[in-house]
């Protein structure tokens, strides 16, 4: 039977940033419908794994630098009204060549934007990291502002601030199509019909489904995180920052030793592309041969039994930056994904851009970097 269900604004995926982007909006009286197409608290898409790491020497581009200090700030903002613990900190370090993207990348955001960081010659890294095999030449950026979130509770008690704030939330009922006019979007799912003024799509894999326009420019990779369990030393495996390495091959990252669950160790970019409905969500060996192979040459301690393993999905743009933006076409229809793989710290923050974009059409924070209509030519302006 169709319904229809007139709202302020409908938010196509509750997962990291549609989780955000209903809590936000609904804590400013919005009226807001929320869809997602599996069950609460899944981790089938690109936000699950226990922990994801937060950090604001960011290589990727310092850009990103003030939308994560405002992130860091609305995640301990949420801390104190939801009484949960999200964020773990624990510094980061960020080790390389001296000439790499990361190591390069990191100290030019760190100094662009007067972070507070030490450089590490190898030297340094061997005294004060000995669980790592440092290469001589490498050197080390560490930050103190860094850690891990706890991305299932995150994601969880945005959903469940946006609830208490009048959010309706519908699981295991994915978006099937969407229209919208000037002024209206129309959606549609199995249960029915409903329309709002604006429609907000955060769907992650999903989303070269829902904005067929971006297909072009998204690509989906699969990528498996591990939990190994140390051999020796789990004390000081325990006392690690977050780190993320760039070795020979590629940049590899990890989390310090956490009770019950162990060293959480990943690979960043192996190319798996996948489709999200059909991907394989087994781990194989082959997948797990390829970290245990970095684990053997730079962390040898860390290469033990396996506590677990997690299939997740990257959405991908060609110049890895996100995604946010409304859709050229569409004027009340507006897109945050394809984050590349770097997304999740960034979602309190990306939840209150999406509420200013909705409620007001434009935003204070500087996005323009992130607009859609840079990846290419083809894409309407």
């Known amino acids: 039977m169709s319904e229809v269900a007139a709202v302020d604004v409908i ?6 940033h549609g989780s955000s982007a209903a809590y936000h909006l609904a804590s400013r009286g919005a009226t807001v419908l929320g869809f997602d197409r599996f069950a609460r608290g899944h981790t089938l898409g690109s936000s699950g794994g226990l922990s994801r790491i937060i950090r604001l020497s960011y290589y990727e581009h310092p850009d990103y630098v003030p939308l994560l200090r405002r992130a860091w700030t609305l995640w ?3 801390e104190r009204a939801s009484g949960e613990h999200l964020l773990t900190e624990t510094g980061g370090l960020y080790a390389g060549a001296p000439d790499g993207e990361l190591v390069g990348g990191a100290l030019a955001s760190a100094r662009r934007h ?3 960081h030490e450089v590490l010659d190898a030297a340094a890294l061997r005294r004060r990291y000995p669980l790592f095999a440092w290469p001589d030449g490498w050197q ?4 103190r502002q860094a850690g891990w979130l706890a991305p299932e ?3 969880e008690t945005h959903l469940r601030l946006a609830e208490k704030n009048g959010a309706r939330l519908r699981f295991e009922e994915p978006v099937e199509q969407w229209e919208s006019t000037s002024d209206r979007v129309r959606v549609s799912s199995a249960t029915g019909t409903f329309e709002a003024k604006e429609l907000v799509i955060a769907a992650g894999a999903w989303v070269p489904q829902l904005a067929p326009e971006l297909a072009a ?3 989906i990779e699969r990528s498996v995180l591990f939990w190994f369990e140390p051999t020796a030393e789990r004390d000081a495996f325990a006392r690690l920052p977050v ?4 070795d020979t091959d590629r940049i590899y990252y990890g989390f310090p030793y956490i009770d019950g669950q162990g060293v959480k160790v990943a690979g960043l970019h192996f190319g798996d592309r996948t489709d999200p409905d059909t991907v394989d969500r087994t781990p194989s060996a082959r997948d797990e041969d390829r970290v245990r192979t970095w684990l053997r040459r730079r962390m040898p301690l860390a290469n033990g039994a396996r506590r677990q393993a997690k299939v997740c999905l990257y959405t991908n743009t060609p110049d890895a930056h996100f995604i946010v933006d409304r859709l050229a076409d569409h004027p009340n229809v507006f897109v945050a994904s394809a984050c590349s793989g770097h997304g999740f710290k960034f979602a309190s923050v990306i939840g209150e851009i999406l509420a200013d974009l909705v409620q007001s059409g434009e935003t204070h924070h500087p996005i323009g970097f992130l607009s859609a209509k840079r990846l290419a030519s083809n894409l309407s302006t």
């Open 153 to 155: 509770r995150s994601i």
């Open 11 to 16: 938010v196509a995926g509750l997962g990291a």
């Open 114 to 116: 007067d972070l507070e």
């Open 217 to 219: 420019e998204l690509s």
């Open 243 to 246: 780190y993320i390495v760039q």
């Open 140 to 143: 080390g950026v560490f930050e």
């Open 76 to 78: 301990r903002e949420l």
